[in-house]
């Protein structure tokens, strides 16, 4: 990088720019208002130079509002407030939240610095950045438009961080959190949404715990999931439902147990942690239809009140029903209100009133209710009905499709009874028989046992490219997600020996993309490396992608332009890298060529965009390296691509493939 371009990267990180979302913005709700999302700290470039490691994660936080960032205002009678660029310097001020000795390692510059967590036992840290939303909302005032505003500032960064945490006030948190969990379509990675009932710098407080938890989480584990942590519990997002409006333990998922517990040591359940399955890349859906309701049966309700709800331009409603989905049976003029709302196209999800439970039509107040085209909702919270409803109806579906989808599990949020032949981890025998001579009893024992047990078969079947065996390891609870004593997964070593089959096997049983082993290398990072191109394309069609520093990903290219390594450079630009990166010297992999003189090499970068004027930091192209060399046949190459490019642009100018 050379001292111009150095001085704008580092306008950039100052620079307190709002910064606008690259999807196009279409509004649903009249009240909303837009928002600027603007850096509170270092700018999210930053997150390019930091190096993916095993012991070092990227974390970004969105700072949405909420109590966890709120001031009490002397002359508001101490009611507490949204306080904007207040939370970044009060949380560089907590040791438990910033390691300012190893954030020089960064900069000298205190607003250039990231925050970066201490370094836990474990030996690993987290480095985070928070952008802040302006204006900052109570949760009471979120609309769709602001998740969709999530969702998009989720997706333009997705491939620069490990993890997501969004700080979000309480009141409507399991709204945004079941909102976000359809929004964000083969999601792969952490979204953490956390909050608190205390300001976060209050003497007493929740929040410290709260966001300290989300950030060790969101950077630590690769749970592809929304969830919310709350008073040491990570909740599945579109489970949760807000139980207490005073007390820490503000939240629970009455129908499911937390994803983990948060004690002594973090125990996460990884056999309940949902996976999206097939090769799908992660994408966000930001049109949710506003057109839907809900209606609570009481007793004596009117057929009006019924009806009012059912005309248009309503297209679901979301009806909580008493006990386990019943209605009243002898108020035919309420069913045929419903039947004629479901005939005419209405999409109606019955769901429970009880806090706990399911929608089973075990009684004939539940089964006419059916007969009436009601949909069986089962043990969906209200947050996550109305929002999957909403979710269904945006799509461009027939409309028995989303009827189809709503009784569907598509992220979790409903229970799906699974056989005991798929979870029955005695049927194993070897497992069984280890039990039995080691005298294991507790399921914390066997537990362990299968924890040790598991992963070395899956990764010497993955090795061995044997399907029907992982297949029989998987049917009896073995998980793809294990990992070996190198924190290695199957499909870390199944792209690494290039068994294309096996990779699609594993990912089409949702086996994570981007998880990384102890050397910091994620299943793409091995395919690259042994140059397995059928496998590159898999994951990258499952949403894989790199995270490699710009500048080391420059000087891999080099390298193997340097060593002649034609295969290595085709993987690594297969894999997403851009042709013309530059070294720490500002050198691309077509300077490298140029110098040692290899045509083969030279012609390949020129064909994928290569650009022979780039100039490194010394001022010197490929073009005049060439010419300095006396290679004359490169040249001729050179100025042949320049005229094509020329004649293919509108103002005859050579643009790389970092120009817009």
């Known amino acids: 990088m050379d001292a111009d371009n150095d001085s704008d990267a580092t306008r950039r990180r100052h620079s307190s720019e709002p910064l606008r ?10 009240s909303y208002t837009p928002k600027i999302l603007k850096p509170s700290g ?52 907590q040791p438990l939240f910033h390691d300012p000795n190893f954030a020089l390692l960064y900069s000298k510059d205190e607003f250039e610095q990231p925050l970066v967590l201490p370094l836990s036992k474990e030996g690993k840290r987290i480095i985070y950045c928070i952008y802040e939303y302006e204006p900052l909302l109570d949760s009471s005032n979120m609309t769709y438009d602001d998740y969709g505003r999530l969702a998009a500032d989720i997706m333009d960064n997705y491939h620069k961080f490990d993890g997501f945490v969004i700080l979000h006030g309480t009141d409507t948190m399991g709204y945004t959190a079941s909102a976000l969990s359809f929004m964000l379509e083969n999601l792969g990675k952490p979204v953490i949404l956390t909050g608190s009932q205390i300001p976060i710098f209050e003497q007493r407080s929740d929040g410290r715990d709260n966001f300290l938890a989300a950030l060790v989480i969101a950077g630590n584990y690769s749970i592809p999931e929304v969830a919310i942590l709350f008073d040491n519990k990570l909740l599945r997002g579109n489970r949760c439902t807000k139980k207490d409006s005073e007390g820490f333990d503000a939240f629970g998922t009455p129908n499911m147990m937390p994803l983990a517990e948060l004690e002594t040591s973090i125990q996460i359940k990884w056999d309940i942690v949902f996976r999206h399955r097939g090769l799908h890349k992660f994408s966000v859906h930001r049109n949710m239809c506003p057109n839907v309701a809900v209606l609570r049966f009481f007793p004596s309700i009117t057929k009006a009140t019924v009806q009012s709800f059912l005309h248009p331009p309503m297209e679901g409603v979301v009806l ?11 108020r035919e003029d309420l069913i045929d209100v419903l039947k004629e709302a479901s005939d005419a196209g209405i999409i109606i999800v019955n769901i429970t009133q009880c806090a706990k439970g399911t929608v089973s039509p075990v009684y004939e107040a539940g089964k006419i209710l059916m007969d009436a085209g009601v949909i069986t909702g089962f043990d969906m919270t ?13 799509k461009d579906w027939p409309l028995e499709k989303k009827k189809e989808m709503m009784m ?12 005991k032949e ?9 497992i069984g028989k280890m039990v039995e001579t080691m005298r294991l009893s507790s399921p914390e024992e066997i537990q362990i046992l299968r924890n040790a047990i598991f992963p070395p078969l899956l990764c010497s079947a993955a090795r061995e490219g044997n399907n029907d065996a992982l297949e029989k390891l998987r049917s009896v609870g073995a998980g793809f997600n294990m990992n070996d004593y190198d924190m290695r997964t199957p499909l870390h070593v199944a792209a690494c020996e290039g068994h294309h089959n096996t990779v699609k096997y594993l990912l089409e049983y949702g086996a994570p993309v981007h998880v990384r082993d102890r050397f910091g290398h994620s299943p793409l990072d091995d395919a690259v490396r042994f140059a397995r191109f059928d496998v590159i394309k898999l994951l990258m069609d499952a949403g894989a992608h790199l995270r490699v520093p710009a500048t080391a990903l420059g000087m891999h290219l080099c390298n193997s332009a340097l060593q002649e390594s034609l295969t290595n450079l085709k993987a690594w630009i297969q894999a997403g890298a851009s042709v013309n990166q530059g070294d720490y010297d500002g050198r691309t992999a077509l300077h490298l060529a140029i110098a040692v003189n290899n045509e083969e090499v030279a012609e390949y970068l020129i064909s994928v965009g290569a650009d022979p004027n780039q100039k490194d930091l010394f001022g010197t192209s490929p073009m005049d390296e060439a010419e300095k060399r006396g290679h004359t046949k490169m040249m001729k190459m050179m100025k042949e691509k320049m005229i094509v490019a020329a004649d293919a642009t509108p103002n005859g100018v050579f643009l790389d493939d970092n120009d817009e």
């Open 42 to 93: 270092p700018s999210i470039d930053l997150s390019d130079e930091i190096s993916p490691s095993e012991n070092l994660a990227n974390v970004l936080v969105l700072y949405s509002g909420g109590t966890i960032g709120m001031m009490a205002h002397p002359h508001g009678a101490g009611v507490y407030k949204p306080e904007p660029n207040f939370l970044v310097p009060e949380l560089r001020k």
């Open 320 to 330: 909580q029903t008493y006990g386990a989905g019943n209605g009243p049976t002898a």
């Open 21 to 30: 979302s690259s999807s196009t913005e279409s509004q649903i709700d009249p």
């Open 408 to 419: 569907l599990n598509m992220r979790g949020e409903m229970t799906v009874i699974h056989s």
């Open 382 to 394: 209200v947050e996550a009905a109305l929002m999957k409803l909403s979710y269904v109806l945006s």
């Open 422 to 430: 798929e979870h029955s981890l005695l049927e194993y025998s070897l």
